[in-house]
């Protein structure tokens, strides 16, 4: 981890050059590494994100529990706790759904930008593009 280490110790395991990186150099990264962008997750569809839920230890154990109560004609637990279970699928899939379209909607507000410095010269830049001059 870079936090744990000294200036020197950082700057070395990065690669650091002093006044910023030639073109040359800077090409020569962006072909090894690829442009700088925050990585993402791929969305889970709907399907999948509700069989993940449904594979929750607790919705099972619970599940279990409520079957039990079922063979052992005491109604009245197994549909307090399928009805547990319900609730506890359909909040999580729901918070889920809108964690993942705030999470969009966030990255999709604007364009991440950055300030380069190449050659002794700084620069702003987008943050895909960034070393790209």
Same mark, same amino acid.
């Given at each position: 981890?870079? *936090?744990?280490?000294? /200036? +020197?110790?950082?700057?070395?395991?990065?690669?650091?050059? #002093?006044? %910023? /990186?030639? *073109?040359?150099?800077? !090409?020569?990264?962006?072909? +090894?590494?690829?442009?700088?962008?925050? @990585?993402? +997750?791929? #969305?889970?569809? #709907?399907?999948? =994100?509700?069989?993940?839920?449904?594979?929750? #230890? /607790?919705?099972? /154990?619970?599940?279990? !529990?409520?079957?039990? $109560?079922?063979? &052992?004609?005491?109604?009245? $637990? &197994? !549909?307090?706790?399928?009805?547990?279970?319900? !609730? %506890?699928?359909?909040? =999580?899939?729901?918070?889920?759904?809108? @964690?993942?379209?705030?999470?969009?909607? *966030?990255?999709?507000?604007?364009?991440? *930008?950055?300030?380069?410095?190449?050659?002794?010269?700084?620069?702003? $830049?987008? @943050? +895909?593009?960034?070393? @790209?001059?």
């Amino acid at each position: 981890m870079l *936090t744990n280490q000294s /200036l +020197e110790e950082m700057q070395q395991r990065v690669d650091y050059i #002093p006044g %910023g /990186l030639s *073109t040359e150099e800077a !090409l020569k990264r962006l072909n +090894e590494y690829g442009f700088n962008e925050i @990585a993402r +997750e791929k #969305p889970l569809s #709907p399907w999948l =994100r509700l069989w993940k839920n449904l594979k929750n #230890p /607790l919705v099972i /154990l619970l599940s279990i !529990l409520g079957l039990i $109560s079922f063979l &052992t004609g005491d109604i009245r $637990s &197994t !549909l307090v706790i399928f009805m547990m279970v319900i !609730l %506890g699928i359909v909040l =999580r899939y729901v918070q889920e759904m809108r @964690a993942d379209k705030a999470a969009e909607k *966030t990255e999709s507000n604007g364009k991440y *930008t950055c300030h380069c410095l190449q050659r002794w010269k700084r620069y702003r $830049s987008s @943050a +895909e593009n960034a070393g @790209a001059r």
